[in-house]
T-cell receptor, first 113, second 113 residues
Framework: DQQVKQNSPSLSVQEGRISILNCDYT??????FLWYKKYPAEGPTFLISISSIKDKNEDGRFTVFLNKSAKHLSLHIVPSQPGDSAVYFC????????????FGSGTRLQVQP | ETGVTQSPTHLIKTRGQQVTLRCSSQ?????VSWYQQALGQGPQFIFQ???????GRGNFPPRFSGLQFPNYSSELNVNALELDDSALYLC????????????FGPGTRLLVL
């Protein structure tokens, strides 16, 4: 029973364009959502988060959008850079981020120069 | 300030054996979580330790056990290894279990033959 789903295993984007990574969830108890980036041979690195009381959070080139009614969130990277090439994981938590994370299966982003 | 470190980096065991994986948490962090990441999947929560006590457990059998020491470092023990235990084991430390402060180590890759 996958409570957090990332249906696109991979995404390829040209440098300078927008990258949009999508994530769906089924558990309505989730109230905190995070995106992690993972390079090979490294652990996941926290990128950006959003709580369920917001619908958008921005941090530089990264913006996360949350649509609670659709149980959907997305990560936008603008403009995309070759260094953004990595695996991106969506994760969700309850109790405003104070409980264990439930991860999606990841999307591999390739940014072409 | 040192990051999260894990040892060993790689390990090969045979079915039925026992294994101990180690994690040193980020300086100042008092919470350690362990995750199992199978190939092509996202990390799955095993359990969390907060101030030397288990503080939440995922859907893993009792042969997965752990410890947290007074210096907040941690061990993950797996008994009676099965082939499906082959995975990347990630340790993450955080302050007061708040996920946004969570830093992951590079992981230990375990292969069970």
């Amino acid at each position: 029973d996958q409570q957090v789903k990332q249906n696109s295993p991979s995404l390829s984007v040209q440098e300078g364009r927008i990258s949009i990574l999508n994530c769906d969830y089924t558990n309505s108890m989730f109230d905190y959502f995070l995106w992690y980036k993972k390079y090979p041979a490294e652990g996941p690195t926290f990128l950006i988060s959003i709580s369920s009381i917001k619908d958008k959070n921005e941090d530089g080139r990264f913006t996360v959008f949350l649509n609670k009614s659709a149980k959907h969130l997305s990560l936008h990277i603008v403009p995309s850079q070759p260094g953004d090439s990595a695996v991106y994981f969506c994760a969700a938590s309850v109790d405003m981020g104070r409980r264990a994370l439930t991860f999606g299966s990841g999307t591999r982003l390739q940014v072409q120069p | 300030e040192t990051g999260v470190t894990q040892s060993p980096t790689h390990l090969i065991k045979t079915r039925g054996q026992q294994v101990t994986l180690r994690c040193s948490s980020q300086s100042g962090h008092n919470t350690v979580s362990w995750y199992q990441q199978a190939l092509g999947q996202g990390p799955q929560f095993i359990f969390q330790y907060y101030r030397e006590e288990e503080n939440g457990r995922g859907n893993f059998p009792p042969r997965f056990s752990g410890l947290q020491f007074p210096n907040y470092s941690s061990e993950l023990n797996v008994n009676a290894l099965e082939l499906d235990d082959s995975a990347l084991y990630l340790c993450a430390s955080s302050l007061e279990s708040f996920q946004e402060t969570q830093y992951f180590g590079p992981g230990t890759r375990l292969l069970v033959l």
